[in-house]
């Protein structure tokens, strides 16, 4: 698989008003489950403020991206929101959020949802 978790991608994501948008986003599931069943969760990444309490903040320094990605507006993770797509979805590869950054906001995502 070309994709692999903590990626930053641009897909398609199905809004909460069921229409498709480009957008950001991040892929949360792991490595190996993406190659086992052949495709992967992400969370939405946004510029709206919606739900602040269900969100996490996402920066320029808690991105690596070898095409110099840089967020042009102040972005949030939205942990509640969260979608599956597979490879062809993809439209194309961001960058990577760093750990720890990573890490946290699976935690956000999980005392969302959970």
């Known amino acids: 698989m070309r994709y692999r978790q903590a990626d930053i991608v641009e897909i398609n994501f199905m809004l909460p008003d069921f229409q498709f948008k480009p957008h950001f986003a991040v892929i949360v599931s792991n490595n190996e489950l993406n190659e086992k ?4 969760y992400l969370v939405l990444i946004s510029s709206k403020t919606y739900f602040p309490e269900y969100s996490y903040p996402l ?7 070898s095409i110099h990605f840089h967020l042009s507006k102040e972005s949030y ?9 597979k490879e062809r979805g993809v439209i194309r590869k961001m960058g ?7 890490s ?6 999980i005392a969302s949802i959970f």
Request: charged share 30%; glycine share 0%.
């Open 37 to 40: 069943q052949d495709f992967f």
């Open 59 to 65: 920066t320029n320094e808690m991105i690596k991206s």
């Open 104 to 109: 946290q906001m699976l935690d956000k995502i």
């Open 96 to 102: 990577k959020m760093e750990e720890p950054y990573f």
């Open 77 to 85: 993770v939205k942990c509640q929101i969260i979608t599956s797509d």
